[in-house]
């Protein structure tokens, strides 16, 4: 049986889990997704299940998609996911009047850059490898989870507190760490290896610090995924 025939069989695993349950669907860990793993009918299964709210790219239709189904928690939360030119490869905010709404009734923007500094550009969502792009907009949706989870008050002291470079380091951290507990700890790691590898850099501390980078692990560092990988049980069976 060939490569692309296993992947099939294994998503088909997946999706029957799906049918039984949206949280299980969610952790169960695949190391591997590709463009080709599901059929265009399984991708408007997923689309039904898990974009309802969401304004999708139809160019990251296929990841952003495969990204959702691991946060069941979001599938009735407004998310809007755009391009425009920034500096910054990806970036998660709440919608700045729902911060005053309850959480069931906000809206996310996550904004996906398609032009950076020349330096950042190997990072650009649009150069990273499939499985590398579900990981990192794994990591923006980790965002959204965990802002969704505030109250006002811990939204905006959230953004008061982005002054501080140390908080942010925990910040982003704790949010690798949310992204691996929902099961895409594989492709945290595969976007993790990649940027350190385009970046020539053991270490990425983000956008803002990569022409005086800092030796400290603001995201994760592959070694810290894969120990983090070894002690989390839903890694136990992986497909």
Known sequence: MNTNKCTAKRY???FGLLACSSLVFSQVPFKLFTSNGLTDNEYNQLEQAFGQ???????????ILIALSYFPELKNI?????????RTPLQTIPNTISIFKKSHARKYIITISDSTMGMLTPILLKNLNFNAQVGVL????????????KHT????TTGIKHISSKWIDRFEYRTDSICIAHGLGYQLLEWSMAVRKAMNSPDYDGADNVEKPMLRERYMNPSTIIKRIELNPIYKTVH
Do not use: A, C, Y
């Open 12 to 14: 088909l695993v997946l």
């Open 53 to 63: 709210h969401k304004i999708i790219l139809p160019q990251f239709r296929q990841q």
């Open 78 to 86: 407004s998310i809007e996911f755009r391009i425009k030119h920034t």
């Open 138 to 149: 794994g990591h923006e949706l980790s965002h959204v989870s965990d802002f969704n989870n």
């Open 153 to 156: 008050l811990g939204l905006l």
